[in-house]
């Protein structure tokens, strides 16, 4: 009898610090809200060490279910957060939880979200090493003024850097995400953005456009009148 695929998500939700627009699920380093539990992020171990032994045993866990054990697993998709604030020995030890507990195929395409600025030539070589076949890179803009304005962490010329480094590490299969309706965004800055981008050859971009969330500080700056963003009419 022919098993269903499944595809997994591996969730990481740790960031160096949150972009002023995001509402996903995510902790900076020192995060508030994680003050006083086993897992609170901080400079030297970004993404804590307990947050990953729990993950893994979860992995266990679901392999262990009778409705998912054996069946071919043809995609992996480590979001977040951050998942390239791992370090090279958690990428080895979640991917290890994976192969042990699921049939991993072959040709399974196996992404991680990342950051520049999280990456190292090192890093990548780690990830390509243990299987992991596509990247996703947060990019936004290539205007380092709107990076930021959002609150990233890195610069146009540190993305430069890390997608060098991932095709050398190679990675072949390579996203890149950028976004819309920005605060000071022009027509032209974003014309300006997609010419840089597409000059680089990846080999899928993703565009977004810019949702102001509740309770972000995007939402506060909005209602304050502190954010010249773009009419839809414009954006579209
Ligand atoms: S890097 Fe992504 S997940 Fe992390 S704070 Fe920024 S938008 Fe949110």
Redesign the pocket.
Known sequence: MQREPLELYIHIPF?????L????L?F?TEDERLKGTPCLPSRKEPVPQNYIEALCREIGEWGRKKTLRHRPVISVFFG???PSLMSEKQIFQVMAALRETFSIQKNAEITM?S?PGTLTLSKLKAMRFCGINRLSI?LQSTSDEELKT????HSYGAFLQSFKWAREAGFHNINVDLMTALPNQTEESYRQTLKQVLLLEPEHISAYSLIIEPDTPFEKMEEEGKLNLPDEDSER
Do not use: A, P
Request: aromatic content about 10%; proline content about 0%.
């Open positions: 960031c160096v610090k949150k972009c627009y995001c509402d996903f995510s900076g977040g957060g951050t979200e950051n947060g959002l609150g990233r962490i």
